[in-house]
């Protein structure tokens, strides 16, 4: 895996179920993992697990939001292609309703930050 992150970063995300009251679109993402046209955005860990949302293959109907593990996201090696985990120079927490792939894929009509700007935090 490119870019594993720290445990202090891990540190900074929510546990699994402590944000249950908040809304999707008010979640705060912490972690954005990505290979080719694959997302995974994180918003509650337990140190491997996570939940957040996920884009597969950019099919933005079949996205949702579930559970998926570090253990599995550090395993992916497409020939030699490992998955990547943005630098926090480049991705700061985010409220899951300003990524343009989450807005996409909840089909939310929102006018969400453009995918360029909530990857490096210009606004």
């Known amino acids: 895996?490119?870019?594993?992150?720290?445990?202090?970063?891990l540190a900074q995300i929510p546990k699994l179920y402590e944000t249950e009251e908040i809304s999707l679109k008010d979640k705060i993402i912490y972690l954005h993992f990505f290979i080719g046209g694959c997302d995974w955005y994180v918003a509650e860990?337990?140190?491997?697990?996570f939940w957040g949302f996920v884009v597969l293959?950019?099919?933005?109907?079949?996205?949702?939001?579930g559970y998926f593990p570090l253990s599995e996201l550090k395993?992916?090696?497409?020939?030699?292609?490992?998955i990547d985990c943005e630098l926090e120079e480049y991705f700061n927490p985010?409220?899951?309703s300003e990524i343009d792939n989450?807005?996409?894929?909840?089909?939310w009509q929102k006018k969400c930050r453009p995918a360029k700007e909530a990857i490096y935090g210009t606004r």
């Open 1 to 9: 895996m490119w870019n594993e992150p720290t445990n202090e970063r």
């Open 45 to 49: 860990t337990d140190g491997d697990m």
């Open 57 to 65: 293959n950019n099919d933005f109907d079949m996205s949702e939001w």
């Open 75 to 82: 395993a992916i090696n497409i020939k030699g292609i490992e």
């Open 94 to 96: 985010t409220k899951a």
């Open 102 to 107: 989450i807005c996409k894929g909840n089909g």
